[in-house]
């Protein structure tokens, strides 16, 4: 594959992980924020749709390696796809267009919850719904496009522009709540369409420039198709340990822009800052990650990535409590080390699994399988993930306090305490507090959720887990060595 191939063919997955990117970070947060859908039903919304992309990209992997027709197996995918999904990504992010965003008035919400429910429940499971119809057809179009020793660099210019993606989805991300503010709000309709025809155009030139290899009528049933992944049981160990992880990192990005805006209290400077920080430190670690694995071996540098993260993650509860700025860039980085990896290696991984397959059994055109029932697991994973956030949104709330003159008075009345630090910010926990909530404020200060603290400690249960199961894995195959014993 030439150069300029693998980097066409890697410049395709940017505008789809920029609409995946903006979709993981926001939608549960824009549901539940911002419309003020309570935190339980977005996340059972959200759930639904890491379902619905478990059906889809199973389902339209498996049938992409059977479809015969004069574009190939995988163009019609991307022909199609391409533009439905950016449809579905702009009507998820525009219900206010239709009214039927909530209004909260002291803790009370106005307008009707079950529609506004029911919009994301359809947006939501339409866009996941082609997203895998699209991406898992494109994905297995790497195993067919490349050999293994030019896996890496493939993955390594998808991830260019994935990282590229990453970094303009955390800024957009950083400075999404200010477009429900003032002219902001009617603009933002013609942000989110830009993006649905970024999507669209990065798929063009793969589309047209890409060459396919011609069809082959494959009579494999679906069933039979389940059977050749499930008698793989190191495939099966494999999505067991990366079900583990999915769940921590569907939590993980549902909890870091709330962690930085309600706990971190980070202003507008603050979030470009965090945002260069997440954009550089995964751009450094990708290349650590590359040489190791190239070094060691890819188990091994996936392995040292998830222990990082794994170490470092429960200290939101640390930082969130001691609110020291510095730490909590420093925090961010870290924590980059480990979602650099989950984005680094499964899709080299994959093509691999695949061909690994093909090459013992004689049996060929399988990467659509693989593939699709990668995407089947992976998203069984992160439905359970998406509801178990909004449980964990749904925690007791705390209260962020900047203690001023107009209101020192009535907290040393209600804490019954002379000894309060004034301007200091610290935290109180208002259980107690709810039913008598105290109208002094000086501005009114906003409740929020525990679960931006806890989201860290409880993600490590699902970390350790994962590490266990992937210690007998191996996603180190000599492939090259397998193909010339064949041809000997």
């Known amino acids: 594959m030439e150069k300029k191939d693998k980097i066409i063919y890697g410049s395709g997955r940017f505008g789809s992980s920029l609409l995946l990117d903006l979709v993981s970070f926001l939608s549960f947060y824009l549901y539940f924020e ?207 340990a990366q079900g583990c992880f999915a769940i921590v990192f569907t939590i993980v990005i549902n909890s870091v822009l709330g962690f930085m805006q309600n706990v971190l209290l980070f202003g507008l400077t603050q979030y470009i800052i965090a945002a260069l920080i997440l954009f550089l430190s995964v751009i450094f670690l990708w290349t650590i990650w590359s040489r190791l694995s190239k070094k060691k071996s890819k188990h091994y540098a996936l392995k040292s990535a998830l222990i990082v993260f794994t170490i470092f993650v429960p200290f939101s509860l640390i930082i969130g409590i001691i609110r020291i700025e510095f730490l909590g860039f420093i925090y961010i980085g870290l924590v980059a080390a480990g979602i650099s990896s989950w984005y680094l290696f499964p899709y080299v991984v994959m093509a691999d699994f695949a061909e690994d397959d093909e090459l013992r059994t004689g049996e060929q055109h399988k990467a659509g399988l693989y593939w699709g029932v990668k995407e089947l697991y992976l998203n069984i994973f992160q439905a359970p993930a998406m509801i178990l956030s909004g449980l964990i949104f749904g925690f007791l709330p705390y209260l962020p306090i900047i203690f001023t003159e107009s209101n020192i008075k009535t907290w040393i009345v209600l804490l019954s305490t002379q000894d309060l630090p004034n301007p200091n910010q610290i935290f109180i926990w208002m259980s107690f507090l709810l039913d008598k909530f105290p109208f002094s404020f000086d501005p009114i200060p906003k409740l929020v959720s525990s679960g931006y603290l806890w989201f860290g400690p409880i993600t490590v249960i699902f970390m350790v887990l994962g590490l266990l199961v992937f210690r007998n894995v191996n996603i180190d195959f000599n492939l090259e060595e397998r193909r010339k014993e064949l041809n000997k």
């Not at 991307?78 to 239709?98: C, E, N, Q, R, V």
């Not at 008035?105 to 009707?112: D, E, K, P, Q, T």
């Not at 025809?197 to 009579?219: H, N, Q, R």
Request: hydrophobic fraction near 50%.
């Open 34 to 240: 911002i419309f003020n859908l309570e935190p339980i039903l977005s996340g059972i919304a959200t759930g639904m749709g890491k379902f619905t992309i478990a059906f889809s990209g199973f389902f339209f992997g498996y049938i992409s390696d059977k479809t015969n027709t004069k574009f190939g197996r995988r163009k019609p995918y991307i022909l199609i796809g391409a533009p439905a999904l950016a449809i579905s990504f702009t009507l998820l992010f525009i219900p206010h267009i239709f009214g039927l965003n909530l209004i909260k008035i002291l803790g009370v919400s106005l307008g009707n919850e079950v529609l506004l429910f029911l919009y994301l429940l359809i947006f939501i499971c339409a866009f996941n719904f082609f997203y895998g119809f699209l991406l898992s057809p494109y994905q297995a179009w790497m195993r067919e496009l490349t050999q293994e020793h030019e896996r890496i660099e493939v993955s390594a210019y998808q991830n260019f522009f994935n990282v590229l993606a990453v970094g303009i989805s955390a800024i957009v991300t950083i400075l999404f709540p200010a477009a429900f503010t003032g002219k902001g709000l009617s603009i933002l309709p013609i942000i989110i369409i830009i993006f649905g025809l970024i999507e669209i155009c990065g798929y063009v030139t793969p589309l047209f420039k890409l060459k396919e290899d011609p069809s082959v009528k494959i009579e494999r049933s679906l069933i039979d198709g389940l059977k050749i992944t499930w008698r793989n049981k190191n495939f099966m160990t494999w999505q067991l």
